[in-house]
Structure formats: C-alpha cells, structure tokens
C-alpha cells in the first residue's frame, strides 16, 4: 500500500474541492487551544499535516480566501509561528491551515472534519496526540484538566477569533450539545461543533457589521458529501 493517501476535500458548497496527501502512519494532532476553538467553534480541532505545501486547488476561481495571521499555542512553537485558516468565501468552511514562520510557510495542516466521509479509507485509524492543552475547553474531552474556581459573572461576553463580532448574553449556560453532522463538521473542520441554546432575543452584538448569515441547508434537508 502507498505511505501517501490522497483523500477528497470539499468545503459544504462545493466551490474549494482538492487531492490532500496524508501520509497513512503519520500522527494527527488534536489541538485544544483557545484560538482554534474560537476560530473553528468546536471543542477541539483534529488537524492533520499534509505530505506536501502546495495544494492544487480546484472549484469557482478565487473562492478559497486566506484569514488574517492569528495564532494557535498548540502549534505556534515560538513567538515568531503564526497561522492562517483558508476558507470558502461562499460557505464559510474552513479548509486548511497554514503555519508561517518569519514569513514563510513552514507546513499545511488539514483540518479532518473536512474529510470526505464517504472515501476515508476503513483500514486507516490515526493516531491523535494531544497539543494546546494549556487551557482546554470545560466542556471538551480534556475537561478534567480544568478547575472552574466560580459560576462565570453575567453578562457573559464572546467573539470571532478577530474580535470583529463581540456579544454579550444575560443567559448563562444550561447544556452543551455536540452535533456530530458531517455539514457541521465540514463548515468547522472540527470533529464536531459544540452549541449552547441562547433564545435570540436574549444576545446583543455589540460589533454585528461583520456578522455574515450562511444557510447551510434547508429545514429537514441531508446533504451527503
């Protein structure tokens, strides 16, 4: 058998399709950090480092647009890493990682909930190794690392990875509900998104002007990918 696999990628819309080379025994990395969970809305990232920098990117021209330069402390090393998240414009699925140092592009990482489920080959069970877990979420799979000294104080505030869309809500959280769909999984990159129900009335965006609605699919509608 090949030591490289070269799996399908779609975002949810379609318009960013591409070949990623996995290396078959090569460990993924499951970061918890606090920017990959603001980034991807997922309790952890299953990121996966592609056998090679440059990808051919197929789909509507200029669909896959680069993020700003943020960070990820699972990944970042040194002071000088950095990172960027490639998305689709359309649909907002975020499709690859990059980490840059001193400018240049040192590797591609692969975010594994964009991974066709369909074509993922049976025989292959990836080893994770744990990084970013300086503060992991309360409600992820490392959450008895975390001790919660108090009830949080109201309001509670949130935001983008880029502070962009800030808001606040009066509710504090009562259950945490992890949607393990592949249209969540392909849109976040993440193994699953995690949700708190907040009744609409009770959040107030504080900076909505970036605030950018996507329907991801019709009431009662499965999207196979």
Known sequence: MADVLQLPVACLCKKVRFLAPLERHREWLSCHCFGCR?????????????????????????????????????????????????????????CLVSLHLEGTVRCSLLP?????????????????????????APFGPLFGMVSIQSRPQLPISGSCLCGACRFRTQRLPREMQHCHCSMCRQMSGAAYQTWTPVPK???????????REIRASRPGEKIDY
């Not at 647009?65 to 975020?94: D, W, Y």
């Not at 074509?119 to 744990?130: A, G, H, T």
């Not at 009335?201 to 605030?211: C, F, G, R, T």
């Open 112 to 136: 594994a909930g964009v991974l066709s489920d369909a074509s993922f080959p049976k025989e292959v069970s990836p080893k994770l190794k744990d990084i970013g877990t300086q503060s992991p």
């Open 201 to 211: 009335a009770e959040v107030e965006w504080i900076k909505p002007n970036s605030l």
């Open 38 to 94: 603001r980034a991807h809305g997922a309790a952890w990232v299953p990121l996966v480092p592609l056998a090679t920098k440059g990808l051919e990117i197929h789909g509507e021209r200029g669909s896959l647009k680069e993020g700003p330069f943020s960070m990820c402390s699972g990944l970042a090393g040194t002071v000088n890493a950095e990172v960027k998240r490639h998305f689709c414009q359309s649909c907002g699925s975020i």
